[in-house]
Protein backbone atom coordinates (compact mmCIF):
# COMPACT_ATOMS: atom_id res chain seq x y z
CA UNK A 1 0.00 0.00 0.00
CA UNK A 2 1.64 3.63 -0.66
CA UNK A 3 2.53 5.71 2.16
CA UNK A 4 0.73 8.76 0.61
CA UNK A 5 -1.62 8.60 -3.20
CA UNK A 6 -2.96 11.76 -4.73
CA UNK A 7 -6.57 9.85 -7.13
CA UNK A 8 -7.31 11.88 -9.21
CA UNK A 9 -6.88 15.11 -7.87
CA UNK A 10 -7.76 18.49 -9.21
CA UNK A 11 -7.18 21.63 -8.07
CA UNK A 12 -8.79 25.10 -8.83
CA UNK A 13 -8.90 28.39 -7.23
CA UNK A 14 -11.01 30.76 -9.29
CA UNK A 15 -10.92 30.00 -12.90
CA UNK A 16 -7.08 28.80 -12.32
CA UNK A 17 -6.32 25.13 -12.00
CA UNK A 18 -4.03 24.27 -10.52
CA UNK A 19 -3.98 20.41 -10.54
CA UNK A 20 -6.02 19.17 -13.40
CA UNK A 21 -6.43 15.03 -12.40
CA UNK A 22 -3.05 14.06 -10.80
CA UNK A 23 -2.34 10.60 -10.16
CA UNK A 24 0.58 10.06 -7.90
CA UNK A 25 1.66 7.47 -5.25
CA UNK A 26 4.82 6.96 -3.19
CA UNK A 27 5.43 3.30 -2.12
CA UNK A 28 7.52 2.27 1.48
CA UNK A 29 11.36 3.58 1.05
CA UNK A 30 10.90 5.41 -2.42
CA UNK A 31 12.42 8.76 -2.99
CA UNK A 32 9.44 10.22 -5.54
CA UNK A 33 10.49 13.39 -7.40
CA UNK A 34 7.91 15.76 -8.60
CA UNK A 35 9.36 17.60 -11.32
CA UNK A 36 8.69 20.70 -13.14
CA UNK A 37 8.61 24.71 -13.95
CA UNK A 38 7.53 27.19 -11.66
CA UNK A 39 4.07 27.39 -11.32
CA UNK A 40 3.26 23.97 -12.55
CA UNK A 41 1.28 22.53 -9.42
CA UNK A 42 4.08 21.07 -7.00
CA UNK A 43 3.43 22.98 -4.11
CA UNK A 44 -0.10 22.86 -4.49
CA UNK A 45 0.31 18.82 -4.88
CA UNK A 46 2.38 19.30 -1.54
CA UNK A 47 -0.31 20.93 0.03
CA UNK A 48 -3.19 19.09 -0.80
CA UNK A 49 -1.23 16.00 0.81
CA UNK A 50 -0.03 18.20 3.81
CA UNK A 51 -3.90 18.32 4.69
CA UNK A 52 -2.86 22.59 4.11
CA UNK A 53 -5.78 22.61 1.06
CA UNK A 54 -8.48 20.43 0.05
CA UNK A 55 -8.48 18.96 -3.59
CA UNK A 56 -11.35 20.51 -5.82
CA UNK A 57 -12.29 16.96 -6.76
CA UNK A 58 -10.54 13.38 -6.52
CA UNK A 59 -8.97 12.17 -3.37
CA UNK A 60 -6.11 12.39 -1.04
CA UNK A 61 -4.58 9.75 1.05
CA UNK A 62 -1.44 9.77 3.77
CA UNK A 63 -1.35 6.17 5.10
CA UNK A 64 -4.82 5.18 4.31
CA UNK A 65 -6.38 8.36 5.77
CA UNK A 66 -7.20 11.50 4.98
CA UNK A 67 -4.26 14.02 5.16
CA UNK A 68 -5.32 15.90 7.76
CA UNK A 69 -5.69 13.31 10.25
CA UNK A 70 -3.92 12.79 13.23
CA UNK A 71 -2.50 9.94 12.49
CA UNK A 72 -1.25 11.14 9.07
CA UNK A 73 0.03 14.45 10.66
CA UNK A 74 2.68 12.64 13.45
CA UNK A 75 4.03 10.23 10.86
CA UNK A 76 5.15 12.43 8.29
CA UNK A 77 8.23 15.41 8.58
CA UNK A 78 7.95 18.56 6.04
CA UNK A 79 9.86 21.14 4.62
CA UNK A 80 8.26 23.82 3.28
CA UNK A 81 9.38 26.92 1.23
CA UNK A 82 8.72 29.94 3.92
CA UNK A 83 9.45 33.53 3.64
CA UNK A 84 10.44 33.78 7.07
CA UNK A 85 11.27 31.59 10.56
CA UNK A 86 10.93 33.55 13.65
CA UNK A 87 14.84 34.53 14.50
CA UNK A 88 15.15 35.15 18.08
CA UNK A 89 14.60 31.54 18.57
CA UNK A 90 18.14 29.27 19.39
CA UNK A 91 18.16 26.31 16.72
CA UNK A 92 18.39 23.71 19.85
CA UNK A 93 15.00 25.82 21.06
CA UNK A 94 13.19 25.49 17.41
CA UNK A 95 14.14 21.84 17.24
CA UNK A 96 12.82 20.88 21.14
CA UNK A 97 9.72 22.37 20.17
CA UNK A 98 9.15 20.37 17.33
CA UNK A 99 10.01 17.42 18.48
CA UNK A 100 7.20 17.61 21.22
CA UNK A 101 4.97 17.49 18.59
CA UNK A 102 5.58 13.60 17.82
CA UNK A 103 5.11 10.86 19.73
CA UNK A 104 8.76 9.52 19.67
CA UNK A 105 11.00 11.95 18.61
CA UNK A 106 14.85 11.24 17.74
CA UNK A 107 17.09 12.46 20.70
CA UNK A 108 18.45 16.12 20.03
CA UNK A 109 21.86 15.09 19.68
CA UNK A 110 20.76 12.79 16.81
CA UNK A 111 18.34 15.17 14.68
CA UNK A 112 21.51 17.73 14.92
CA UNK A 113 23.85 15.42 13.52
CA UNK A 114 21.42 14.28 10.95
CA UNK A 115 21.14 17.41 10.07
CA UNK A 116 24.69 18.94 9.92
CA UNK A 117 23.94 21.47 13.06
CA UNK A 118 26.70 20.35 15.08
CA UNK A 119 28.67 23.30 16.71
CA UNK A 120 25.62 25.77 15.76
CA UNK A 121 23.06 24.28 18.49
CA UNK A 122 22.93 27.49 20.55
CA UNK A 123 22.76 30.21 17.62
CA UNK A 124 19.80 32.11 16.83
CA UNK A 125 18.27 31.52 13.62
CA UNK A 126 18.55 35.33 12.73
CA UNK A 127 22.28 34.61 12.74
CA UNK A 128 22.75 31.58 10.62
CA UNK A 129 23.97 31.81 6.70
CA UNK A 130 21.13 30.72 3.91
CA UNK A 131 22.37 27.08 3.99
CA UNK A 132 22.56 26.67 8.04
CA UNK A 133 18.94 27.66 7.83
CA UNK A 134 17.56 25.38 5.52
CA UNK A 135 19.45 22.97 7.62
CA UNK A 136 17.36 24.14 10.26
CA UNK A 137 14.01 23.45 8.29
CA UNK A 138 15.19 20.07 7.34
CA UNK A 139 16.14 19.17 11.00
CA UNK A 140 12.92 20.18 11.91
CA UNK A 141 10.97 18.09 9.34
CA UNK A 142 12.99 14.59 10.74
CA UNK A 143 13.25 15.81 14.03
CA UNK A 144 10.09 13.50 15.22
CA UNK A 145 11.37 10.58 13.35
CA UNK A 146 8.53 10.33 10.88
CA UNK A 147 8.37 7.59 7.95
CA UNK A 148 8.03 9.83 5.35
CA UNK A 149 9.24 13.21 4.18
CA UNK A 150 7.50 16.13 1.85
CA UNK A 151 10.63 18.20 0.56
CA UNK A 152 9.27 21.30 -1.04
CA UNK A 153 12.01 22.58 -3.27
CA UNK A 154 14.47 22.32 -0.27
CA UNK A 155 17.61 23.24 -2.35
CA UNK A 156 16.78 26.61 -3.93
CA UNK A 157 18.79 29.10 -3.14
CA UNK A 158 21.74 27.23 -1.99
CA UNK A 159 25.50 27.13 -3.08
CA UNK A 160 26.74 23.89 -5.11
CA UNK A 161 28.55 22.85 -1.60
CA UNK A 162 25.53 23.14 0.96
CA UNK A 163 23.12 21.24 -1.98
CA UNK A 164 25.12 18.28 -2.71
CA UNK A 165 25.37 18.05 1.48
CA UNK A 166 21.56 18.05 1.67
CA UNK A 167 21.42 15.63 -1.12
CA UNK A 168 23.57 13.40 1.53
CA UNK A 169 21.42 13.92 4.10
CA UNK A 170 18.36 12.87 2.38
CA UNK A 171 19.76 10.04 1.02
CA UNK A 172 20.59 9.10 4.46
CA UNK A 173 16.95 9.55 5.33
CA UNK A 174 15.82 6.78 2.29
CA UNK A 175 18.49 4.67 3.65
CA UNK A 176 17.35 4.19 6.63
CA UNK A 177 14.38 3.26 5.16
CA UNK A 178 11.79 6.50 4.68
CA UNK A 179 9.62 7.74 2.09
CA UNK A 180 9.86 11.20 0.18
CA UNK A 181 8.37 12.94 -1.93
CA UNK A 182 10.05 15.91 -3.22
CA UNK A 183 9.87 18.56 -5.49
CA UNK A 184 12.39 20.56 -7.88
CA UNK A 185 12.64 21.80 -11.10
CA UNK A 186 16.23 20.89 -10.43
CA UNK A 187 16.57 18.33 -13.07
CA UNK A 188 20.23 17.28 -12.30
CA UNK A 189 18.96 16.83 -8.47
CA UNK A 190 15.64 14.57 -9.55
CA UNK A 191 18.20 12.54 -11.52
CA UNK A 192 20.78 12.13 -8.33
CA UNK A 193 17.98 11.52 -5.86
CA UNK A 194 14.65 9.72 -7.20
CA UNK A 195 14.03 6.24 -7.75
CA UNK A 196 10.69 7.87 -9.99
CA UNK A 197 10.42 10.59 -11.29
CA UNK A 198 7.07 12.54 -12.43
CA UNK A 199 7.09 15.50 -14.65
CA UNK A 200 4.57 17.79 -14.17
CA UNK A 201 3.52 20.65 -16.14
CA UNK A 202 0.41 23.16 -16.04
CA UNK A 203 -1.15 20.86 -12.92
CA UNK A 204 -0.58 17.47 -15.17
CA UNK A 205 1.52 14.75 -14.70
CA UNK A 206 3.27 14.36 -18.12
CA UNK A 207 5.96 11.69 -18.01
CA UNK A 208 6.67 8.93 -15.36
CA UNK A 209 9.00 6.87 -14.48
CA UNK A 210 12.79 5.68 -13.24
CA UNK A 211 15.37 8.74 -14.30
CA UNK A 212 16.90 6.43 -16.99
CA UNK A 213 13.14 5.78 -18.42
CA UNK A 214 12.33 9.40 -18.66
CA UNK A 215 15.72 9.71 -20.84
CA UNK A 216 14.95 6.77 -22.82
CA UNK A 217 11.23 7.96 -23.79
CA UNK A 218 12.19 11.09 -25.17
CA UNK A 219 15.51 9.28 -27.31
CA UNK A 220 17.95 12.19 -25.84
CA UNK A 221 20.88 11.58 -24.11
CA UNK A 222 20.40 14.25 -20.99
CA UNK A 223 17.81 14.43 -18.37
CA UNK A 224 17.19 17.65 -19.35
CA UNK A 225 17.00 17.36 -23.13
CA UNK A 226 14.60 14.87 -22.18
CA UNK A 227 12.78 17.59 -19.63
CA UNK A 228 12.94 19.86 -22.26
CA UNK A 229 11.32 17.50 -24.86
CA UNK A 230 8.41 16.78 -22.80
CA UNK A 231 7.15 19.96 -22.21
CA UNK A 232 7.44 21.28 -25.97
CA UNK A 233 5.56 18.20 -26.23
CA UNK A 234 2.77 19.50 -24.23
CA UNK A 235 2.57 22.72 -25.49
CA UNK A 236 4.25 24.84 -22.66
CA UNK A 237 6.33 28.01 -24.08
CA UNK A 238 9.90 27.72 -23.85
CA UNK A 239 10.93 30.50 -21.47
CA UNK A 240 8.42 28.98 -19.06
CA UNK A 241 11.02 26.05 -19.48
CA UNK A 242 13.85 27.21 -18.90
CA UNK A 243 13.90 29.27 -16.01
CA UNK B 1 -0.30 16.82 25.64
CA UNK B 2 -0.12 19.30 28.32
CA UNK B 3 3.90 19.43 27.74
CA UNK B 4 3.24 20.44 24.29
CA UNK B 5 1.64 23.87 25.54
CA UNK B 6 4.04 24.43 27.94
CA UNK B 7 6.94 24.13 25.58
CA UNK B 8 4.89 26.21 23.02
CA UNK B 9 4.28 29.21 25.77
CA UNK B 10 7.85 28.59 26.92
CA UNK B 11 9.32 28.79 23.08
CA UNK B 12 7.37 32.24 22.78
CA UNK B 13 8.22 33.91 25.72
CA UNK B 14 11.65 33.04 24.79
CA UNK B 15 10.81 34.39 21.22
CA UNK B 16 8.93 37.83 22.13
CA UNK B 17 11.58 38.62 24.93
CA UNK B 18 14.35 38.39 22.93
CA UNK B 19 12.67 40.32 19.80
CA UNK B 20 13.34 43.62 21.45
CA UNK B 21 10.71 45.80 19.01
CA UNK B 22 8.09 43.74 20.74
CA UNK B 23 9.76 43.55 24.10
CA UNK B 24 11.40 47.20 24.74
CA UNK B 25 8.33 49.30 23.29
CA UNK B 26 5.35 46.97 24.96
CA UNK B 27 7.28 47.63 28.29
CA UNK B 28 8.86 51.17 27.82
CA UNK B 29 6.17 53.01 26.08
CA UNK B 30 3.19 52.79 28.91
CA UNK B 31 5.75 53.63 31.67
CA UNK B 32 7.34 56.79 29.87
CA UNK B 33 4.10 58.06 29.03
CA UNK B 34 2.92 57.79 32.44
CA UNK B 35 6.18 59.46 34.04
CA UNK B 36 5.02 62.31 32.06
CA UNK B 37 1.60 62.74 32.30
CA UNK B 38 1.09 61.11 35.30
CA UNK B 39 4.23 61.76 37.48
CA UNK B 40 5.34 65.04 35.87
CA UNK B 41 2.37 67.47 35.66
CA UNK B 42 1.63 66.20 39.26
CA UNK B 43 -2.41 67.89 38.71
CA UNK B 44 -5.71 66.70 40.79
CA UNK B 45 -8.41 66.48 38.75
CA UNK B 46 -11.99 68.54 39.27
CA UNK B 47 -13.26 65.03 40.80
CA UNK B 48 -10.46 65.55 43.34
CA UNK B 49 -8.49 62.25 42.07
CA UNK B 50 -4.52 62.96 41.92
CA UNK B 51 -4.06 62.73 38.17
CA UNK B 52 -0.84 59.91 38.91
CA UNK B 53 -3.89 57.83 40.63
CA UNK B 54 -6.18 58.68 38.00
CA UNK B 55 -3.60 57.60 35.06
CA UNK B 56 -2.65 54.57 36.90
CA UNK B 57 -5.52 53.06 35.47
CA UNK B 58 -6.13 54.30 31.95
CA UNK B 59 -2.19 53.72 31.32
CA UNK B 60 -2.83 50.55 32.66
CA UNK B 61 -5.32 49.75 29.55
CA UNK B 62 -3.03 51.48 27.27
CA UNK B 63 0.07 48.83 28.31
CA UNK B 64 -2.42 46.06 28.29
CA UNK B 65 -3.91 46.90 24.92
CA UNK B 66 -0.22 47.03 23.05
CA UNK B 67 1.27 43.74 25.19
CA UNK B 68 -1.75 42.17 23.18
CA UNK B 69 -1.98 44.24 19.94
CA UNK B 70 1.66 43.93 18.53
CA UNK B 71 2.02 40.34 19.70
CA UNK B 72 -0.96 39.23 17.52
CA UNK B 73 -2.14 41.55 15.03
CA UNK B 74 1.82 41.77 14.19
CA UNK B 75 3.23 38.63 15.24
CA UNK B 76 0.35 36.65 13.13
CA UNK B 77 -0.03 38.74 10.19
CA UNK B 78 3.75 38.65 9.86
CA UNK B 79 4.09 34.20 10.28
CA UNK B 80 1.06 33.99 8.30
CA UNK B 81 2.38 36.20 5.47
CA UNK B 82 5.86 35.04 5.16
CA UNK B 83 4.49 30.72 5.47
CA UNK B 84 5.52 29.97 9.25
CA UNK B 85 1.93 29.58 10.13
CA UNK B 86 1.42 26.38 7.75
CA UNK B 87 4.95 25.20 8.77
CA UNK B 88 3.04 24.50 12.52
CA UNK B 89 0.20 23.96 10.83
CA UNK B 90 1.57 21.38 8.69
CA UNK B 91 3.32 19.70 11.47
CA UNK B 92 1.23 17.55 14.28
CA UNK B 93 1.52 20.83 16.76
CA UNK B 94 -2.69 20.88 18.42
CA UNK B 95 -3.90 23.91 15.79
CA UNK B 96 -4.86 25.14 19.19
CA UNK B 97 -1.70 25.63 20.61
CA UNK B 98 -0.26 28.43 18.22
CA UNK B 99 -2.84 30.61 19.69
CA UNK B 100 -3.04 29.45 23.31
CA UNK B 101 0.95 30.15 23.08
CA UNK B 102 0.46 33.80 21.77
CA UNK B 103 -2.17 34.58 24.17
CA UNK B 104 -0.74 33.62 27.19
CA UNK B 105 2.65 35.09 26.51
CA UNK B 106 0.92 38.97 25.69
CA UNK B 107 -0.91 38.07 28.96
CA UNK B 108 2.21 37.38 30.42
CA UNK B 109 3.88 40.66 29.12
CA UNK B 110 0.40 42.86 30.38
CA UNK B 111 0.94 41.42 33.60
CA UNK B 112 4.62 42.66 33.53
CA UNK B 113 4.20 46.07 32.57
CA UNK B 114 0.76 46.43 35.13
CA UNK B 115 2.62 45.62 37.67
CA UNK B 116 5.79 48.20 36.90
CA UNK B 117 3.39 50.98 36.47
CA UNK B 118 1.80 50.25 39.64
CA UNK B 119 5.47 50.35 41.33
CA UNK B 120 5.86 53.76 39.66
CA UNK B 121 2.66 55.08 40.95
CA UNK B 122 3.01 53.50 44.51
CA UNK B 123 6.58 54.77 44.90
CA UNK B 124 6.53 57.70 42.75
CA UNK B 125 3.24 58.89 42.19
CA UNK B 126 1.91 58.54 45.82
CA UNK B 127 -1.01 56.50 45.05
CA UNK B 128 -2.28 54.89 48.49
CA UNK B 129 -5.39 52.36 47.88
CA UNK B 130 -6.34 49.25 49.86
CA UNK B 131 -4.54 45.89 48.61
CA UNK B 132 -7.68 44.45 47.79
CA UNK B 133 -8.15 47.42 45.47
CA UNK B 134 -4.72 47.21 43.80
CA UNK B 135 -5.66 43.07 42.96
CA UNK B 136 -8.61 43.79 41.90
CA UNK B 137 -7.46 46.32 39.48
CA UNK B 138 -4.35 44.33 38.54
CA UNK B 139 -6.49 41.43 37.91
CA UNK B 140 -9.01 43.52 35.72
CA UNK B 141 -6.40 44.67 33.49
CA UNK B 142 -4.54 42.26 32.93
CA UNK B 143 -8.15 40.07 32.23
CA UNK B 144 -9.05 43.13 29.75
CA UNK B 145 -6.01 41.56 27.88
CA UNK B 146 -8.36 38.74 26.48
CA UNK B 147 -11.03 41.08 23.71
CA UNK B 148 -7.95 42.89 22.63
CA UNK B 149 -6.02 39.66 21.73
CA UNK B 150 -9.01 39.18 19.67
CA UNK B 151 -8.90 42.18 18.28
CA UNK B 152 -4.81 41.65 17.37
CA UNK B 153 -6.24 38.25 16.06
CA UNK B 154 -8.69 39.79 13.76
CA UNK B 155 -6.20 42.25 12.74
CA UNK B 156 -3.17 39.74 12.23
CA UNK B 157 -5.58 37.42 9.94
CA UNK B 158 -6.15 40.06 7.50
CA UNK B 159 -3.10 42.15 7.47
CA UNK B 160 -0.25 42.17 5.24
CA UNK B 161 3.31 41.38 7.39
CA UNK B 162 4.56 44.81 6.10
CA UNK B 163 1.59 46.94 6.43
CA UNK B 164 0.21 44.91 9.72
CA UNK B 165 2.58 47.16 12.48
CA UNK B 166 1.26 50.80 10.24
CA UNK B 167 -2.33 49.09 11.24
CA UNK B 168 -1.56 48.21 14.40
CA UNK B 169 -0.61 51.51 15.52
CA UNK B 170 -3.74 53.53 13.59
CA UNK B 171 -5.85 51.36 15.89
CA UNK B 172 -4.01 51.39 18.81
CA UNK B 173 -2.92 55.21 19.38
CA UNK B 174 -6.97 56.71 18.06
CA UNK B 175 -8.45 54.27 20.40
CA UNK B 176 -6.21 55.00 23.20
CA UNK B 177 -6.46 58.81 23.35
CA UNK B 178 -10.59 58.65 22.20
CA UNK B 179 -11.14 56.26 24.93
CA UNK B 180 -9.62 58.28 27.08
CA UNK B 181 -6.19 56.72 28.37
CA UNK B 182 -3.97 59.34 27.57
CA UNK B 183 -5.80 62.36 29.11
CA UNK B 184 -8.63 61.64 31.01
CA UNK B 185 -12.13 61.46 29.29
CA UNK B 186 -13.66 64.61 30.98
CA UNK B 187 -11.00 67.08 29.72
CA UNK B 188 -11.54 65.75 26.23
CA UNK B 189 -14.11 67.36 23.72
CA UNK B 190 -17.57 66.72 24.04
CA UNK B 191 -17.82 64.97 20.64
CA UNK B 192 -14.85 62.68 21.71
CA UNK B 193 -16.83 61.81 25.07
CA UNK B 194 -19.99 60.81 23.35
CA UNK B 195 -18.15 58.46 20.35
CA UNK B 196 -16.01 57.17 23.78
CA UNK B 197 -18.47 54.29 24.43
CA UNK B 198 -18.12 53.04 21.10
CA UNK B 199 -14.36 52.23 21.92
CA UNK B 200 -13.14 49.01 23.93
CA UNK B 201 -10.13 50.95 25.26
CA UNK B 202 -12.94 53.55 26.63
CA UNK B 203 -14.59 50.78 28.39
CA UNK B 204 -11.38 48.71 29.68
CA UNK B 205 -10.29 52.48 31.02
CA UNK B 206 -13.93 52.63 33.07
CA UNK B 207 -13.41 49.15 34.59
CA UNK B 208 -10.40 50.13 36.15
CA UNK B 209 -11.48 53.38 37.26
CA UNK B 210 -14.46 52.10 39.01
CA UNK B 211 -12.27 49.41 40.93
CA UNK B 212 -10.26 52.70 42.01
CA UNK B 213 -13.84 54.46 42.31
CA UNK B 214 -13.14 56.99 40.57
CA UNK B 215 -16.24 58.44 38.97
CA UNK B 216 -16.93 56.02 36.14
CA UNK B 217 -20.15 56.13 34.02
CA UNK B 218 -22.21 53.05 33.85
CA UNK B 219 -21.45 49.62 35.86
CA UNK B 220 -18.27 47.75 35.52
CA UNK B 221 -20.57 45.30 34.48
CA UNK B 222 -21.90 47.30 31.43
CA UNK B 223 -18.39 47.41 30.42
CA UNK B 224 -17.39 44.07 30.85
CA UNK B 225 -20.39 43.37 28.82
CA UNK B 226 -19.30 45.57 26.06
CA UNK B 227 -15.71 44.19 26.10
CA UNK B 228 -16.95 40.70 25.82
CA UNK B 229 -19.39 42.02 22.82
CA UNK B 230 -16.20 43.31 21.15
CA UNK B 231 -13.67 40.60 22.14
CA UNK B 232 -16.67 38.06 20.30
CA UNK B 233 -17.02 39.79 17.14
CA UNK B 234 -13.53 40.29 16.65
CA UNK B 235 -12.65 36.09 16.89
CA UNK B 236 -15.75 35.42 14.58
CA UNK B 237 -13.95 37.99 12.14
CA UNK B 238 -10.38 36.26 13.10
CA UNK B 239 -12.47 33.13 12.59
CA UNK B 240 -13.08 33.86 9.05
CA UNK B 241 -9.58 35.16 8.58
CA UNK B 242 -7.94 32.07 9.62
CA UNK B 243 -10.04 29.84 7.33
CA UNK B 244 -9.99 31.92 4.36
CA UNK B 245 -6.12 31.87 4.54
CA UNK B 246 -6.14 28.18 4.20
CA UNK B 247 -7.51 28.00 0.72
CA UNK B 248 -4.76 30.82 -0.33
CA UNK B 249 -3.15 30.35 -3.69
CA UNK B 250 0.10 28.70 -4.58
CA UNK B 251 1.77 27.22 -7.53
Redesign the interface.
Same mark, same amino acid.
Given at each position: MPVAELRGVTKR? &?A?E?LRGVDLAIAPGELVSLLGP??? &????AV?IL?????PTSGEAQVFGCHPAC?QA? !?RR &??L %?? !??? !?????KVR?HI? %??S???EKPLPLAETISAAGLAGIENR?FGALSGGQKQRV %?FA %?AIC &?NPPLL?LDEPTVGLDVESRRALWGRIRGFVARGGSVLLTTHHLEEADALAHRIAVINQGRIVAEGTPAAIKAQTQTSGLEDAFLAIMRENGSPLEEVIQ | MT $??YW??VK?EF???A??KTYSVSTVAFPLMFYAFFGLAMAATLPSGISMSRYLLATYGAFAVMGATLYAFGVGVA? +?R????L??K $?????PPAAYFVAKAAVSLAFAAIVVTLLFAMGAIFGGVRMPASQWLAMWGALVAGAIPFAAIGLAIGSFAG?NSAPAIVNMVYLPLSFCGGLWLPIEILPKGLQHAAPFLPSFHLGQIALAIQQAPVQGTIANHAEALAAFGLVCAGVAWIGQNRD? +?K???
Open positions: Y &GVANGA &GKTTRLGLAAHR !V &GA %LQ !VGK !VPDTLEE %LFTYYL %L %L &GF | $RVMETLKMRMV +EGMGWEV $RASPMPR +ETYG
